[in-house]
Every structure is written in structure tokens, then in C-alpha cells.
């Protein structure tokens, strides 16, 4: 499957960043598509007031991407604004903040990203280049063996013929596995690889060979081939796998970002999203708080069956229960901890936490009374603590809403008895309108 990308620069900002000027245009960006629309991304340094709806204070960098056009089938698209500058001839990035969605046809709804202005103007002031990142694949969601294109490194594609060729002197070892290799090519591919080679203390560099412990040697073959400029596909089962070796390497030719941008962005089958969402939990907590753990909660209900649900670890789940619905979560929770068999006490410092993460605030009142009539008797420990402040919120709620219906009820009142009184006065000028057309000798 095939991903668009496309970089745009955001220098032009970078002057109202450092001056924190509200007062300027907004920078507009029109990016053309493989697509029957366009994309138009607006960048505006915006002025908040203390106290404002989204709880930031002080000047906001608020970014825009509006579709011009129509697609027609599914699609996802991601943003990305990083940083990025050169340091020893390796290039630094920082992603300053993402956003990911999927969009049906015909409804294009408007993609926003929001950023605190003094987080972006303390990495101008550090150097760092502002960048804005697009993404969009078709947005059918992906299955476990659906692959995705793994782009050859740049520059690299006039020694793809040399792998597994002649003047192989090094090697990397995987999972009993091995791989021949040149040491140029490897130096040139990874600064990781360059000072294991190089440093004599270094077992690589005695044995002329690297050894990647715990390493998938599925992932390590398509490592190896991207380095020699080889094109070739990656399934999402092996997308995290494969990010986590280019990120730990840290490869030059960019391969960890262009694929943590791809985790990003994808619309995932539940039993896909359910067997990978640990690792990447893991090992791309990026892609994860931008995209994996919402469609993970938005998809919950379903993947409480799948069994490798169970296998996920704490954290994991506590980060998808704090995006889903409340009753929903807590029904997965439930679920999850009786799969552990977990030791004696075990539970009693799950379930605080489970529920501290647990949208128990924004639950409806059916949903509160559903969720102590299902767990209220069975001891679930913290259950009756962490329903007393959403009541107390729903009942606070309601009175506010009864003082307003009567105050409501007064004005209507008043407004009632002022209609009342002008026509009452009315029918009183109407009288004296007749009495005098009486005494004039009018036809009444």
C-alpha cells in the first residue's frame, strides 16, 4: 500500500513564534494530492485569554487543514509539526505535537491541531527548523498481513546489487540468524553502527559482527535491505518491530519517522490493533497517544473477545480505559483482571488506578446506575469512592439546572404579566377612544 508524504516548511512562522506576535496574517499552505482534493492548511499564532474553554493560557499555535474537494473512498490523514536541525552531521528532530483521523467520503471534516506558542518558540530558540508533516493512505481499515511499502534509503539504491554479494567483512545477527554485510555500508546507514564497528574495545568491531539481541530477524532482513536500497513492503504485524530497530539505530535515511508517521495514520482492524497495540505501546508511544490508543478505545467493546487482549499489560489498558466510555471500559477492565488470575492483592492496586483512569466524569446518570447495579455487589474495590464525586457532579448539575428552570419560570412570569399589562392598557385606550368618538358625533 502505497503512503503520501509530503514536508512543508513552517520558516516563515518562525518570526511571530519568537516575537509572539497575535497580530499577523495566518500562514496559508495549499498541498496538492494523489487525491481528487486538495489540502489547504491554515497556521496562526492565536491569543488566549487566562482561563480559556481548552484550559491554556497565553498564545496558542492553532493549524488547520481543510480538504478543498471531494474523495471518494475512506482515506486517513495525520499531521505532524516537528523541529528539525543538523548537529554533527546527524539530524535532531523533536515533534512539538500530532493528529490523526479518518475521513469518509464526502465528509471532510477539518483537521486542528493546537499548540502552546512558548513550546514552539523555545525550540526556534534552541535552533530547530518548524516543520508541518502530512500523511494519507486509504483509510480502509488494515488487517494483520496487509503490507505497507518500505521506501529504499536515499542514495543508497547503487548497492542494493551488493547484498549478499562479494567483499561482505561484517555481519549482523539475529534470532540464530545471519546476515553478511559491508562495514562501509552499515557506518554510513547508522552512527550506532559506525561506533560499534569502529571502537576497537568493541566486541562488534573485533568480530566484525553486530549482534541485535531480542530482534525479530524477519524485521532484521528488511532492515538490512533498506540500508542496501532495496524497496520493499512490511506488514502491520511488523511495523512496530521494524520502527523500534530503525529508531534504536537511529538510521539515517529516516526510516523511523516515515514509519512511526505511517503507525500514525493507519485505520487498523481490531485484530490487528489488539495484537500489536502492546508492543507499540512499548516501544512507539507516539504513534500510540496520537492515534492507536483512540482507535483502541473507540473499538474496545470488540476487542474484549479477541485473546490477545488479555495479554496486554497494565498500562497498556489503563491508557485505552482513560479514552473510552465509562461503561465500556469498566466492562473491559473486568474482563482483563479476571484473564490474570492475578495474585492475592493484586486487584485491590489495579482497580484504583482503573478507575482513576476511567471517564467516570463524563458517564450519564443511567450509565453510573448501570455500572454500580452490574459491580456494586461484588466488591470490586474503590467502586463506591470513585462514584461519589460524578454524583455529586450530575446532582450539583441538576440543581443548577432546576435554579435556572426557575428562574426561567420567573422571567416567563414577568414577561407574561408585562404582555398582560400593555394589553390591558390597550383595552383601555380602546375605551376611551370610543367614549370620545361618542362625544364627537362619530360612527362607532
Known sequence: MEVFHATLSLDALEKQVKELNTGCAALQLDVATPLSAALCINVAVEGVAPGAEDGKAGPQIRTTIKWVGEVANEVALSLHIRGVRESDGTEDMIILGASSQGVAPKQLPALELVLAASDVAAAVAEGF????????????????????????????????????????????????????????????????????????????????????????????????????????????????????????????????????????????????????????????????????????????????????FALWPFDCLAAVVARAPALTALRAATAWVAAQAPAQGQQSDWWPRLLACAQLGDAALEDLRELWGSYGSTGLPGLSDALVAPLLALGEKAEKAVVQSCFTIVDQKRVIEQQEQQIAEMDRRIVELRSHARRSGWPV
Not at 493507519?266 to 482507535?295: D, I, N
Request: proline share 7%; glycine share 8%; aromatic share 4%.
Open 129 to 308: 527548523r518548524l516543520q508541518a508533516a502530512l500523511a494519507i493512505m486509504p483509510g480502509a481499515a488494515l488487517g494483520p498481513d496487509d503490507a505497507l511499502a518500505v521506501e529504499p534509503a536515499s542514495g543508497a539504491a547503487a548497492m542494493g546489487c551488493m547484498l549478499n554479494g562479494p567483499f561482505c567483512d561484517a555481519a549482523i545477527r539475529a534470532g540464530g540468524a545471519e546476515f553478511p554485510a559491508h562495514r562501509v555500508v552499515l557506518a554510513a546507514a547508522s552512527p550506532v553502527f559506525l561506533s560499534m564497528l569502529s571502537s576497537s574495545p568493541m566486541k562488534e568491531a573485533r568480530d566484525a559482527a553486530v549482534e541485535l539481541r531480542g530482534a525479530d530477524p524477519a524485521a532484521v532482513a528488511r532492515l538490512v535491505a533498506h540500508m542496501y536500497g532495496q524497496r520493499g513492503e512490511v506488514p502491520v504485524s511488523g511495523l512496530v518491530a521494524l520502527h523500534a530497530l530503525a529508531d534504536q539505530y537511529q538510521l539515517r535515511s529516516g526510516l523511523a519517522w516515515r514509519l512511526l508517521v505511517e503507525l500514525s495514520t493507519a485505520r487498523l482492524a481490531p485484530a490487528a490493533l489488539c495484537a500489536l497495540l502492546p508492543a507499540a505501546h512499548s516501544s512507539c508511544w507516539r504513534a500510540c497517544e496520537t492515534s492507536l490508543y483512540g482507535q483502541a478505545a473507540e473499538a474496545l467493546a470488540e476487542l474484549v473477545s479477541d485473546p490477545a
